[in-house]
């Protein structure tokens, strides 16, 4: 493919603004918790949209939870949830 152009896209976000960080440190900004580990889920309407595949979501944890010890781990959802609960998962 030597004969192919080739283009350079620049990063579009401002990287002195948004750069990684230490963990620990992240954690304790967002108030995360520092002992567990974190299953991230997020999509605009996160919980309602039937496309998004939190259906899927939720038969995965229910799934994991049955065949693993669950309490060093913590789901977090964002995209217009609302309150604290997720819906399905104790």
Do not use: W
């Amino acid at each position: 493919m030597g004969d192919q152009p080739c283009k350079v896209i620049p990063n579009p976000l401002d990287t002195g603004a948004f750069a990684p960080v230490d963990q620990a440190e992240a954690r304790s900004m967002l108030g995360l918790p520092e002992d567990r580990k974190l299953l991230l889920f997020g999509a605009l309407d996160a919980t309602s949209d039937p496309r998004k595949g939190y259906d899927l979501l939720v038969d995965a944890i229910m799934a994991f939870e049955r065949n693993h010890n669950s309490a060093n781990i913590e789901v977090m959802v964002f995209g217009a949830q609302k309150g604290r609960e997720i819906p399905g998962v104790s």
